[in-house]
Each structure stands twice: as structure tokens, then as C-alpha cells.
């Protein structure tokens, strides 16, 4: 092939992936219609209030929504302190078994993969139950740089999927996680 012909080729070559791959073309398109778009994140965060949430549960403060057995519940300290005046709630001293803590995770729809590592995560000193210092901990280890964590993730995964599922876990998803440990708490007295 002659120089001047091969020149040609690679200029009409040129031409020709630039008309076909330009502006108007999908990235899709460019790369095939059997391409797939990359999957979105799988990464669960909380929301600003929900955060606020795990905060309160980092000082120690159990955080709930609704009615339990008797007032309203605002927000219950560790030792079972209520904090908000007029408040009250349950002990914190009070524990939660292994067995009513699964089906507290059973209730969130809760994998038996998850439940297994949800119960070990939360039951730190492995005493067969959950306390609420036990539990206000694996909530706080969903805020700051822990949130990446297998577990953390975990129990937001949990917390969002008894919601709307949507990769971001709100305030009243947090709530109704917290909500119902207190009432399971509350049962066992």
C-alpha cells in the first residue's frame, strides 16, 4: 500500500470514529448495546436528623417515637434517666434477650446472615443478651468515620430496608429501630 493511501485510511478511519462516537451518541451506545450502567452505591447514610440520632445515642441517650407501655417516650438516658423534663421510659438497666432481639431483627426483615452478625455486633460482651448500653453503642457506630464499617453498614442496611429502602436512612426509619429495642426491653421487665 502506497504511503499516500494509507494516509488516507487513517484520516477517513479518523473521520468516521469521530462522526460515530460524538456529542449526540450515549455512553451506552458508544460502548455496546450489551453494556450495563455501573450500579449505584451501596453505601447507606444517614440523614441529617437521623445522624442527630446516632449522636444522641453516642452521649447514651435512647432516642424513641410513640407510646410504649404507659407516656410517651422522648428520650431515655443510660441508667434509665429520662432527659427531656416530663419524660419518662424504660430502665436502662433492662436487657434484651438473644431470642427477642432476633425477632426484633426477624420483625425489620432481617436476613439470618444479617441476624447472626447484627446479634454479635450488638451483644459485645457475649453474655446471651443485648443491654442498652450495648445497643445505644452499635447505634452510634452509624455516625462519623465507623459508618463505613461491615457492621454499621449492617445495621443500617436493617434500618432502611424496614423503611423505603431508598440507601439513606431517615429519622423515623432510625426512630422506629430504637423504638422498638425500648418496647422489647420494656416487655421483658
Known amino acids: 500500500m502506497s504511503p499516500l493511501i494509507s494516509g488516507l485510511a487513517s484520516v477517513a478511519s479518523l473521520i468516521f470514529n469521530a462522526a460515530s462516537s460524538g456529542p449526540g451518541k450515549s455512553a451506552a451506545s458508544r460502548r455496546g448495546a450489551g453494556a450495563t450502567e455501573p450500579e449505584?452505591?451501596?453505601?447507606?447514610?444517614?440523614?441529617?436528623?437521623?445522624?442527630?440520632?446516632?449522636?444522641?445515642?453516642?452521649?447514651?441517650?435512647?432516642?424513641?417515637?410513640?407510646?410504649?407501655?404507659?407516656?410517651?417516650?422522648?428520650?431515655?438516658?443510660?441508667?434509665?434517666g429520662s432527659v427531656p423534663a416530663g419524660?419518662?421510659?424504660?430502665?436502662?438497666?433492662?436487657?434484651?434477650?438473644?431470642?427477642?432481639?432476633?425477632?426484633?431483627?426477624?420483625?425489620f426483615g432481617a436476613t439470618e446472615a444479617q441476624t447472626e452478625q447484627l446479634t454479635a455486633g450488638f451483644d459485645t460482651n457475649k453474655d446471651g443478651s443485648i443491654s442498652q448500653d450495648e445497643f445505644l453503642k452499635g447505634l452510634a457506630s452509624t455516625k462519623g468515620a465507623q459508618a463505613g464499617s461491615g457492621f454499621s453498614q449492617a445495621v443500617m442496611q436493617l434500618m432502611d430496608q424496614g423503611g423505603n429502602a431508598d440507601g439513606t436512612v431517615a429519622q423515623n426509619e432510625f426512630a422506629a429501630f430504637s423504638t422498638a429495642f425500648a418496647a422489647a426491653g420494656q416487655r421483658r421487665a
Open 40 to 80: 449505584p452505591s451501596t453505601v447507606l447514610t444517614l440523614s441529617p436528623q437521623a445522624e442527630a440520632l446516632a449522636g444522641f445515642a453516642e452521649k447514651g441517650i435512647l432516642v424513641s417515637q410513640g407510646k410504649l407501655d404507659g407516656p410517651a417516650v422522648g428520650a431515655v438516658g443510660r441508667g434509665g
Open 87 to 107: 419524660a419518662s421510659g424504660a430502665p436502662g438497666g433492662r436487657l434484651v434477650s438473644r431470642e427477642d432481639f432476633r425477632d426484633l431483627l426477624a420483625r
